[in-house]
Every structure is written in structure tokens, then in C-alpha cells.
């Protein structure tokens, strides 16, 4: 017990009174030397939590917060909400390695910087037990956006770095993007634009850019076929785009956007083993193993749509004979319908008419949906998938593809691993890509998916 003035505190850690009240450490130490000779201990440890506090509500950046390469630990707490999703506090400590004492100052720093939220009664991450609160960056902390650049349309959607996406816009142009990446780009940038005014918001709010392409990516960043981008090759997408917007880029190849996009928002939601085929002009596959997305050794894992069905076949645009492409992509199915039925306008009506009754139609999805089980099946006894996500143009036709696909899975699959693979439509339809764009943005990519808190499928309409 000791007496200051007129007050009596019985608790050493009363002293922050004292502070709180003096308004100065120093001032106390000066003025009470005895007193300070007591509680110096205390003193030094509360000047150097203050200090601490101060430097840290200093350095709290929206616009570099959360990015690689942070070192403070406010920062290091925000980096793991934006790898991880929302999270609990105490699945914060593990993901962080934090000290739970550690974690609490860190979340009190940004939530007085207004770059937290928290809400109570949501349900824990998978495994993670009762329902507990949930921490999430705030739309302050920054946004993430994703764009899927197709043969003729380019995609995109804005998420805040809590995973909640924010708005989606798609534009159509009229003419084939595939040899003409300086058009695609400046499509792109305009969208982007378009789509921060949309939400009030300007570049310098953006962490960071995922960008989609129908190729694949290698390791040094560029597109790595010639033939499926012939206007791109060698060219370095991510570099060229952050360029235009002067916000960093990743790229990456469409389908496995595709499967990231899934696996976070869509069908693929809890899945640690996944595939899911792009099945649009062309087709490809994002693969997922074991909780990561798997890319090979050049980039180029997941071509299905150049796996070889007929040796002797026609020669597909890659170069090779008989590829699956030629007798599922969107580009040769429209081919062939177009001979008996030349007015349909594109694969959405030759769906339309399969659904319709027409014969022809019908058996053209049938046959398609036949070659590609084969296909699947092969890559079925390879990896032994989950699941099996079929997206994008083509994938809405699921209905009609899933009886034929599973007999030709049947007859290439081993069938114990034929009977484990569920084959499932896509929840995100046209949006795989750029929702995948999102969480290349955010950097999910890096972490095993299996320790995600996956979200919710949106349901937005989408601005053209």
C-alpha cells in the first residue's frame, strides 16, 4: 500500500492511474523518487508497452499493410487475416505463431485504426470446435481484385482483404483477344477502373492484382505455349498489367484461377484433392493436391484439353493429333452444330436447344460429355481426385454431361477410384476465374488450403 497526494493505491499496477493522471512516467519518478525506486520495474515494463503501441499505431499503413515482406508484428497478425480469412482469436495464435498476449495488442492496434471488425456467433474453422468470435480485416485495410481475360470477354471482381467480394463486372469485345494482348490489357485496365468508381474507390486502395489468361504461366512469368495465345508468347502478363495500373500483379493460368476460385467461394469448399475443368473455347484443368494447387514443373500441369484421345485424329491447334479439345471444347462443338443448325450464336444456345429437345444438339453435349469422362478417367487413375468441378460455358450443361462422362470415367478409371470422385457443377459458373484471381491476390495460393476458412458462395448480379 503506498500513498500519493490524497489517494491510496493498494495494487502496484494502479500506477497507470498515476500515469493516466500525471500524463508522464518522468514526471512521476522525478517527483517521487521513493516511490519510483518501488515501482521502477513495473514503470520501465509499462513505458515500454506504451512505446511499443505508439510505434505500431505509427506504422499502421493501409497500403503496405498485410503485403509480403511485413516485420512488424501488427503487421504480421494482419498478413495472416489476409492469407487465412476470418479467424478466431486463438486460431489466430496458431496461424501466427503469436503469443496469445501478442495477437490481442496487434488486434487492438488496428482495430483502433479502424482496419478490423469482429462479429460474434459464427461458426469455427473446420475441426476448430464451438462457434467463437470472428476477426476480419476491414474494406480500410485494402482491397484484392481478380480478372480473367478470355478469348473475347474480360471478367473482374473486387473483394476487400477479409474475402468478402465486393462487386463483379464483365465486359465483351468484339474480337478475338488471343493475338492481341495490348487490347486485352487496356480492356482489362478501363474495367478495373470502372469497377473501383463503381465502389468509390481508386488504385492506391488495391494490394494487388490476380490476372487470369488461357495459357500457361511458367516460372519465370511468362505465357509458355505459342500456340494457345500467339499474340503472347514470351510475353510477361503480370509485368505488362502492372505497367498499366501501377498496382503489383500475379498471373496465372485460367483453369487453375478456376479451382482456387472454387475452392474458396464455389463447389470445391473442403475438398483437400480437386479438379476442376474449364470447359469453355478450350478446355483445361486446375489442379489441387493434397490442399495445394499443383502447377508442375513448367507450369503446364493441368493442360487436359491436349491430352490425346484419337492418335490419328486431327490435328488440334497445340500441334498434336486428336486432342480432347476437338471433341469437347466450345469452339468445335459450335463447329459441328453450326453444319445442320448455322443461326445458333454461340455454345449458350447449343446448350439451349440440347435442353430444348433438339436431337442433334443432344447428341452432340452426349458424345462430348462421353470423350471427356474418358479423358477424366485417365486423370482420375493418375491423382485419385475428390471431386471433380466441371465451370465455365460448358459446365452449365452439367445436367446433361454427367450420365455420359460417368460411363466413359467408368470405362478408363480404376473403379475404386471411379466410385470415390464425385463429379459436381460449378457454383461459381463464368466467375471461377476472377473470384481465383482474388485469391491469387490475397496470396491463398501459398498456404494449404485444408487450414482455410472457406467462405459462402456470393450470389451478385453481374455490371456489364
Known amino acids: 500500500m503506498f500513498k500519493l497526494g490524497r489517494k491510496v493505491y493498494c495494487d502496484p499496477r494502479a500506477i497507470t492511474q498515476v500515469v493516466s493522471t500525471i500524463g508522464n512516467q518522468v514526471v512521476i519518478c522525478r517527483q517521487y523518487p521513493a516511490l ?22 505509427q506504422r499502421i499503413d493501409p497500403r503496405t499493410l498485410s503485403r509480403p515482406g511485413a516485420s512488424t508484428l501488427v503487421d504480421r497478425v494482419a498478413r ?18 503469436l503469443s496469445r498476449t501478442t495477437v490481442s495488442a496487434a ?33 480500410r485495410a485494402g482491397l484484392a481484385a481478380g480478372v480473367d481475360i478470355g478469348r473475347r470477354h474480360v471478367r473482374l471482381a473486387l473483394a476487400d482483404l477479409g474475402h468478402d467480394v465486393l462487386s463483379e463486372h464483365e465486359t465483351r469485345t468484339g474480337v478475338d483477344l488471343d493475338d492481341r494482348p495490348d487490347e486485352a490489357l487496356a480492356a482489362a485496365a478501363d ?8 465502389i468509390d474507390a ?42 498499366l495500373l501501377g498496382v503489383p500483379v500475379r498471373a496465372e493460368n485460367d483453369a487453375n484461377l478456376g479451382a482456387l476460385g472454387e475452392y474458396v467461394w464455389g463447389a470445391g469448399r473442403g475438398c483437400t484433392d480437386l479438379v476442376y475443368v474449364k470447359l469453355a473455347t478450350g478446355v483445361g484443368a486446375g489442379i489441387v493436391l493434397d490442399g495445394r494447387l499443383y502447377r508442375g514443373a513448367a507450369g503446364t500441369a493441368g493442360e487436359l484439353g491436349h491430352v490425346t484421345l484419337d492418335a490419328r485424329g486431327a490435328v488440334c491447334r497445340c500441334g498434336n493429333r486428336g486432342c480432347v479439345e476437338l471433341a469437347v471444347g466450345g469452339r468445335a462443338l459450335l463447329a459441328h452444330a453450326r ?10 444456345a447449343l446448350i439451349a436447344a440440347a435442353r430444348h429437345g433438339d436431337p442433334g444438339c443432344r447428341r452432340l453435349v452426349a458424345d462430348a460429355g462421353t470423350q471427356l469422362g474418358y479423358a477424366l478417367g485417365n486423370l482420375v487413375n493418375l491423382i485419385n481426385p475428390q471431386r471433380i468441378v466441371l465451370g465455365d460455358e460448358l459446365g452449365a450443361a452439367t445436367d446433361l454431361l454427367r450420365e455420359p462422362l460417368q460411363r466413359g470415367l467408368a470405362e478408363t478409371a480404376f473403379a475404386v477410384a471411379a466410385e470415390a470422385v464425385e463429379v459436381v457443377q460449378s457454383d461459381l459458373a463464368l466467375r471461377a476465374a476472377a473470384y481465383g484471381g482474388i485469391a491469387l491476390a490475397l496470396g491463398v495460393d501459398t498456404v494449404p488450403f485444408a487450414t482455410l476458412r472457406t467462405a459462402e458462395p456470393a450470389d451478385r448480379s453481374v455490371a456489364r
Open 36 to 57: 519510483a525506486d518501488q515501482f521502477r520495474p513495473f514503470l520501465t515494463e509499462l513505458g515500454r508497452a506504451q512505446q511499443h503501441r505508439a510505434m505500431a499505431t
Open 80 to 97: 495472416t487475416l489476409r492469407l487465412y480469412g476470418p479467424s478466431t482469436r486463438a486460431e489466430l495464435v496458431a496461424l501466427s505463431g
Open 107 to 139: 488486434l487492438a492496434d488496428l482495430g483502433a485504426a479502424g482496419l478490423v471488425g469482429e462479429r460474434t456467433g459464427a461458426q469455427g474453422r473446420p475441426g476448430g470446435g464451438r462457434r467463437a468470435s470472428i476477426v476480419r480485416l476491414t474494406r
Open 191 to 198: 474495367l478495373f477502373d470502372a469497377a473501383l468508381a463503381g
Open 202 to 243: 481508386r488504385r492506391d486502395d488495391v494490394v494487388a492484382v490476380g490476372l487470369g489468361v488461357p495459357a500457361p504461366i511458367t516460372r519465370d512469368r511468362r505465357v509458355g505455349s505459342a500456340p494457345m495465345l500467339p499474340g503472347w508468347a514470351d510475353l510477361r502478363p503480370a509485368d505488362a498489367f502492372a505497367d
Open 339 to 348: 453444319q445442320a443448325k448455322p443461326e445458333l450464336a454461340d455454345l449458350a
